[in-house]
């Protein structure tokens, strides 16, 4: 077990003044079982995926503390695992127990996934953090550096990666099965909940769309009363405080942030991008090296820098490797928002094509997935006849417990055996962390397509963001119109919180 940490390492206060916890990264062991033990897991968000993350690790580890802003959740994650301590705060828990844990993980809303998951990596502890890895660039470089520094196992929560056809998809296109690479497409039938300018979350706005509607004042008093009472229900279950976390200060509103809706605020989520490309793009960022784009530019819906666009169209532009030349990448969100026709078809896809999927062009055909994970996939000629594999390949394939999910942990806990991060195809630094990066840059472009000042009309072309990614630098900034830019790429916490 790790020696527990000195108050020099942290500093603790406590969880109602909700001021944060700074953690070193010192000079502490590695934490690890010994052979005849079994590990010990904390879970940090344990509602929702949450819950299924838990369950998984609890296959290989004890589950000693759960944490949840929640009560309800919380409670019913105690009643699942009664060995273990209850807390609503992860800063308490990470320092409550810390020399009884080895095992994090971490999910819930994505704001919350850089601050816990680097606390728990300071204090020497392996982590299993959901994608995308963070809200922000920033965040996800610092946590790649803090991964290399303190050498603990960690693990990215796209599952797909454990799947073994996504894996010799990967090995077929780094082969060269398609020939010279010249294009990349990803499109999502995201996002599944509501998003878009205006809509009412504060009291303020609710009692303005009375009025507009033309409610009298009795009718509007009444149903002021009847919303007050609902979000004190609601309140008496979360609290609120500490749901924010890190996050700016504001109002709560019932039903559009917490338990599932919180993905279409900046605030706290990344859209419809941060949701799946970071599943979508894992066959694709490895096989064509989707890493460092140069530029980014966008076109969307609009949005009111509250809440993300109904809609977008992203194109990032990468810069040759040595493995290939430059090419671009497209990312389409909103079902039925995908790449034209003629695309599919002068690739040599003739199908019907799917509300979700990949399609990676190159000289001599295509790659066709038409699922999130490409779990399944056809390799095309360009008169749409088949195109054969590969013979002879054999990548390293994933060790079988049951499915994808569960065997995307056991990776976890099969590197912590071992003591070799690099087991886990998602570990922070070789995949996380940079796939998060390259995604979480078409947020910036997103930002930059507004449509703020503009008429109104259906889709708004975005100012084109240049990028130095060596240095998480928008390199023509003076040069954009659109406020608050900068500001995507390195967040400001609230309070006492610490990132750095």
Partial sequence: MASKATRRDFLKVSTATAVGYWVSAGNQRMARADANSRLGIVGIGVGGKGHSDLANAARFGDVVGVCDVDRGTLAGSQGAYPNAKGYMDYREMLTDLQDKFEVATISGPDHMHAPATLMAMRMKKHCYTQKPMTRTIYEARLITEVAKETGVCTQMGN?????????????????????TLQSCYIWSNRPVWPQGPGRVNTMSKFIAGMKDAGA??????????????????????????????????REFWPGIYHTFAWR?????????????????????????????PISVQARTTGHDFDSFPEASVIHFELPATVNRPAIPFYWYDRNGNRPPRNVFQEAGYRGNVSSSGVLIVGEKGAFYSPDDYCGSYELLQRDGSKLDPIAGLEPEYAVDRGNMD??????????????????????????????????????????????????????????????????????????????????LIKPKYRGDYRLD
């Fill in 216 to 249: 009298d004042q009795e009718d509007i008093d009444e149903e002021v009363k009847a919303k007050n009472a609902e979000i004190a229900g609601a309140l008496e279950r979360v609290d609120w405080n500490l749901w924010l976390n890190v996050a700016p200060e």
């Fill in 264 to 292: 279409s605020w900046w605030d706290f989520g990344t859209g419809a991008l941060g949701d799946m490309a970071c599943h979508q793009a894992t066959v694709p960022f490895d096989s064509c090296e989707l890493k460092d």
């Fill in 406 to 487: 569960v065997n995307n942990m056991y990776e976890l806990f099969r590197a912590i055996e071992a003591n070799d991060p690099k087991i886990c195809k998602s570990n922070f630094i070789d995949r996380g962390g940079p796939l998060t990066e390259t995604i979480l840059l078409g947020n910036l472009a997103v930002w930059a397509a507004s449509g703020a000042g503009e008429d109104k009309k259906e889709w708004y072309e975005g100012e084109k963001v240049e990028w130095d990614a060596k240095e998480l630098k928008v390199t023509n900034l003076d040069q954009l119109k659109t406020p608050g830019v900068a500001d």
């Fill in 159 to 179: 599952q797909g990666s454990a799947l073994n056809p996504s894996r010799m998809a990967i090995a077929q296109l780094k082969a060269g099965v398609l020939g």
